[in-house]
């Protein structure tokens, strides 16, 4: 499975962005049956889980990201979409996708991630 995050960029603190992961060389099936995730390392940090949303469409979120993030899927087209709204300093970091195991770990090989820069 090859996973390509998009729609990263620079903007100015209480900006939005939207942004896109792709899943191929995956099905449909395998695909819809995962938990997703999306992940976000800041600079000098370890990567940590944000959201994830589980296959029947169930969402978690960190405190810091809750009210102002929103994750959702479209199975058909093996995406998943991370809308951030009210954007902070610190959400500044590299965002990647990933499906979910049960005991909470990465599923897949990381792919690419897109750099969010939110300016103050």
């Known amino acids: 499975v090859q996973l390509q995050a998009s729609g990263g960029g620079l903007v100015q603190a209480g900006g939005p962005l939207r942004l896109s992961c792709a899943a191929s060389?995956?099905?449909?099936?395998?695909?819809?049956?995962?938990?997703m995730g999306w992940y976000r390392q800041a600079p000098g940090k370890l990567r940590e889980l944000v959201t994830s949303i589980s296959s029947g469409g169930s969402t978690n979120y960190v405190d810091s990201v809750k009210g102002r993030f929103t994750i959702s899927r479209d199975n058909a087209k093996n995406l998943v979409y991370l809308q951030m709204n009210n954007l902070k300093p610190e959400d500044t970091g590299v965002y990647s996708c990933?499906?979910?195991?049960?005991?909470?770990?990465?599923?897949?090989?990381w792919g690419r991630g897109t750099l969010v820069t939110v300016s103050s």
């Open positions: 060389g995956t099905t449909f099936s395998i695909f819809a049956s995962n938990a």
């Open positions: 990933n499906a979910i195991t049960s005991y909470g770990l990465a599923r897949w090989n």
